[in-house]
C-alpha cells in the first residue's frame, strides 16, 4: 500500500523544510498550431499558429517541481540582460520561487528552447544559447550568491545540469565541498561523460543514455549498464545512485543491492522534464524522511503524471496524491495472486534480496486479533504472503456453517492491509505444496502452536529458513463474534 507515501506527500506543505536549486535555467517556449498545406516556398510544414505559451525549463523546471508539490523553494541562476530573462524571472517568481540570487549577465542571453508544434507533434526545436564559458567575474558571483543561499541552511541542494555554463567543475566541487562541511546533502541530474566534478554528491540521477556515455558501455546491455552504474557509483563515493530508465522504470543502486522499480506511466505525449520531476520529487521525499526505494518510487508515479501531458509542466501536490491514492486502490486489488503471479512476485522481491514470510488461515470475521497478527509477522521480514483457505477447505475445518464471509470478500479485505503484500487462495488440506513452491524465509504462526507442529517448518528449516511463533491476542477471535451475534 502506498498509505505512508501519501502521508507524506500531505504533509510537503506543513514544515519549514527548504531546497535550493542550482542549475541553467532557461524558458521553454511553445508555438502550438496546426498543419494543414506544405509551403509553396520549400517543401516544409506550414503552421498555422493558434497560441504560444512559456514555460519554466531546465533547472527553473525543477523549482517550479518543488512549488508545485507545497516545498519552499529557491533557486539560483544565470539569465540574460534581455525580454526572454524578464519573461523567466516573472515565471519563476510567480510560482512562489524564491529568485534573489538568480544573477543577470550582459555577456550571454536567456537560455531558450522555442518548440514549434502541430498538434502533439514537434515539428521543430529553435534553440538560444551561449556555449562561451562564464568568466573568472560571473563565476566568482555565482559562488558568493550560493554561499548567501546555504547561510540559510536549506534541507537539501539540487544540482540541475543542463551544461550550459553555470556548473563547471569548479563551481559544482566548490558546492558540495560546502554542503558537506555545512552537512547539507546534495543531489545532482549530471551532463557530459566525465562525473568528477560530481564526487562526494549524496545521489546523481542520470538517464539510461547519459549512465552509458559516462561509462563507456553498450546502452543495449543492461547488465553491463548497471554493473559499471554500480562501479560509478562506488568511484564517486555516493549514497547511491539512481537510473532513469524511460519506460522501464528507476533502477536504484545502493551499497547492497540493485533494486527495479516499475515504470507507472500509462499514456506517453512527451517526456520533456520528465527528469526534472524526478529529482525534484525524490528531493522532497528524501527531506520529508523517505528511504531512497520509497522517494524513487513516489519520483516514479510523478514522472509518470507529467510524460501524460504535452510539454515540459511540473507536477502538483494535488496531482501526485491523486494517483496515489487511485493506484493505491489498484494495488490492493492486485495484491491477490494465482500461483504464476505469486511466482513472479517472489522471484522479484529474492531477485532484490528481500527477506520473504509465508502464514496461512481462514481469516473469516476479520478483527483486531488478525490485524494484530498479520502485523507483527510482517516485522519478521520484509514481504508478507498470506495463504488464504478457500470456502471449500475452510467448511472441511470449522464445519458447514463457516465460512461467515465468502472467500472472494476475505482475500479483497485482507489485501486492503498494510502488513500484507500477497494475498492467494488454497484448496489443499494443508499448504504445504504452496510452501515448497515459494520456499520463504520464515513460516510465521500463532504460540497456540509449537514449532513440530508447523506445516512447512521441517521444510522451510531445511534451506536455511525459520519458524517464528506470534502471541495471540487474548479473547479476540472469530468464534467469540459469532457466538456474540447468536449465529
Known sequence: MNSHLIETVRHFTDTKKSILVIGDVMLDRYLMGNVNRISPEAPVPVVLLKQ??????????????????GLHTEIIGCIGEDATGKILKK??????????????????????????????????????????????????LLLSNVAKA?????????????DKGVLSDNTCKTIIENCKKLGIPVIADPKGRDYSKYKGASTLTPNKKETAEACGVDINNTEALLHAAEQLKNTLDLDFLAVTRGEEGISL???????????????????????????????????????????????????????????????TQAELLKALVSEDGQSQ??????????????????????????TNGCFDLLHAGHVTYLEAAKKTGDKLILGLNTDRSVSAIKGPTRPVVNEGDRARVLAALASVDAVILFDEDTPL???????????????????????????????????????????????????????
Request: charged share 20%; net charge negative.
Open 52 to 69: 504560444s505559451e512559456d514555460r519554466a525549463g531546465g533547472a527553473a523546471n525543477v523549482a517550479a517541481n518543488l512549488s508545485g508539490l
Open 91 to 140: 515565471i519563476i517568481a510567480d510560482a512562489d520561487i524564491g529568485i534573489e540570487n538568480v544573477m543577470t549577465s550582459t555577456l550571454r542571453p536567456t537560455v531558450s528552447k522555442t518548440r514549434v508544434m502541430s498538434g502533439n507533434q514537434q515539428i521543430v526545436r529553435i534553440d538560444d544559447e551561449s556555449s562561451a564559458a562564464f568568466t573568472v567575474e560571473e563565476n566568482a
Open 150 to 162: 546555504l547561510n540559510k541552511k536549506p534541507a537539501m541542494v539540487i544540482l540541475s545540469d543542463y
Open 433 to 487: 505444496q504452496l510452501i515448497n513452491a515459494i520456499q520463504p524465509d520464515v513460516i510465521v504462526k500463532g504460540d497456540d502452536y509449537t514449532e513440530e507442529q508447523v506445516v512447512g517448518g521441517k521444510e522451510v528449516k531445511s534451506w536455511g529458513g525459520s519458524v517464528k511463533l506470534i502471541p495471540l491476542v487474548q479473547g479476540r477471535s472469530t468464534s467469540n463474534i459469532i457466538k456474540k451475534l447468536g449465529t
Open 253 to 315: 543502486i545502493d551499497d547492497i543491492q540493485i533494486q527495479h522499480i516499475p515504470a507507472t506511466a500509462k499514456k506517453v505525449f512527451d517526456v520533456s522534464g520528465a527528469g526534472d520531476t524526478v529529482i525534484a520529487t525524490l528531493a522532497a521525499g528524501l527531506v520529508h524522511g523517505l528511504n531512497p526505494h520509497d522517494a524513487l518510487q513516489l519520483a516514479n508515479i510523478a514522472a509518470g503524471i507529467v510524460v501524460g501531458k504535452v510539454g515540459t509542466v511540473p507536477v
Open 333 to 358: 486489488a492486485d495484491k491477490i495472486c494465482d500461483r504464476s503471479q505469486l511466482a513472479e512476485l517472489v522471484s522479484r522481491w529474492k531477485a532484490n534480496q528481500q527477506k520473504i514470510v509465508f
